[in-house]
Every structure is written in structure tokens, then in C-alpha cells.
């Protein structure tokens, strides 16, 4: 009600008086006071960290190995490099271009950890599971579900990938640099994957040269393996290194990364990986 001989106030001054005295009585008095809205504060900001960490990136979609058209494609992935293995040995062939999409990568790395799951059952569960691979442009980005963080989150690793000029018959040389690392939304310093891979060399190595083994012969994993252990350290320090092979004596000309982009007749192709390769006198 008004009050004879006072102004009478605007219905916006009205409400600007009754929130301050709202405000008023919210303003804490006590210490107590400001230790519950400082907890208050800080067990928001750890709940947030924890649903950024265990949520996974929108783009993680890993492959049902039990789906039949996922062992299609692992099936086309796995001739398509059982194609570039004989290409690899035939002398006549000076230029030699591969590729291979990212579903076809994804099906044959769900395919595959399923046979080795089923031929190796163990009573704890792996420590890894679910791997995707994600091409963008000059950019590849792992990421896997590690099972011994609590909630299982996905950890995904992006890494790019440069190729340096060179000229003439001089070995290519690439870059490849870590650029993030994820914990489900999260970043994470990029120093742990390095320690973590650095402290590990001697079993990679070993695992690297039995794979090397099983698909290119032991006399080229002997002789080369400790090449890809520098590639592998290039890799985690920055550095360029070199790309020829002595396989054949042949040098990665090219190393093409692209998303999703358009064909030459205007529709838009998968995300695939292009290596060009071709016969070397170095």
C-alpha cells in the first residue's frame, strides 16, 4: 500500500528493493557459512571433472565384432594387405600405392582382438578393450577403453602427421607429434603417455619384432625392427626421421591422412589412410 505524501515507486524499483532484500538474507554471516559454499563449490568442480572424464568423445563408435558386415570389412581389410605384402616383394613394381579406410582399420581391429580373446581367455579382463581409430585430416587419433582407471574410461590419443620437403633421391622424412591426450572429455598432460611408453621400450620392442615376424619374415624383423624403435622414439621426442626401407629398398614417398572429403564425382568418401611408396638408390 502507498503512503499519503510519498512518491510511490515504479513496479521495476519495486522488484529491484525485493531482491536485494532477498539477497540480503541469503549473504552468509558466519564462517560455517562460507565453509559449506566453498565445500559446495569444490564437490561441484570434482563431479564436473568426473563427468567430463567418463564421458567419450561423440565420435567413439568401436565395431561389434560379431556384426556381419564389420567381418566384411575386416575380411577386404585383411586382403588388402595380404595385396600389399606380394606388392611389397614384386621386383617389377617401382611405384606402389595403398589404402585402406578407417571402418576397414576399425573392423579389422575388432575382429582381431576377438580371436585373440576367444584363443586366450583370461580369468582378469584385459587391461584395453574397444580400440577406435579415427582419421581427420593430417591427424590420427587412437582411442581405447582402459579398464583399470575407475568408470573405464575412453583415453584417446591424437597424433599428427607431417611430411618434410626433400629433393631428389634423399630418404623422405616425416613428423609425427603427439598433439593431446583425453580422458573421456578431458584433457591430461601429454608427459604421461610418454613416460609411459618410454618405460616400456624393451617389451615393444620385442612384440613389435614377433608381429614384424608373422607378417613379413623373421630376417626382416631382425634387420629392421630397431629401425621402427627410432621411428618409435622420433616419434615421442618430435624429431623428423627418415622413411626408406631397406625391404626391397624402398621409400615412403607419401603419407596421406584425410577425413571425410569429396570424390570426383562430387560424393563425399570415407575417412581413409593413402601411403605412396616407390624404389630408392640410397
Known sequence: MTVPGQPTLPARGRRVLFAQRILRQLRPTRPAHYLAIGAGLVLGFILLLVLLAASPPGWYRPLNPMDRGVRDYASHAQASCVALHDELQNPRLKNITWRITQDEVNALLAVTLENIQQGHRRQTAAAMSNPFIRFENNTVILAVQN?????????????????????????????IQIQSLHIGLLPAPKSIVVRKISGRLQGI???LQRMVALYVGATYARSNTPKLMGW?????TGRPFPLNIQYR??????????GRHPGPRGNMEPPELTIELSAGSF
Open 249 to 258: 629398398r624402398l621409400m615412403i614417398k607419401r603419407i596421406i591422412i584425410r
Open 205 to 207: 620392442h620385442d612384440a
Open 147 to 175: 579398464n583399470q582407471l575407475p568408470l573405464h574410461p575412453v583415453v584417446s590419443l591424437a597424433m599428427s602427421v607431417q611430411m618434410m620437403p626433400h629433393a631428389g633421391k634423399v630418404p623422405s622424412t616425416a613428423r
Open 232 to 236: 618409435l622414439r622420433s616419434v615421442l
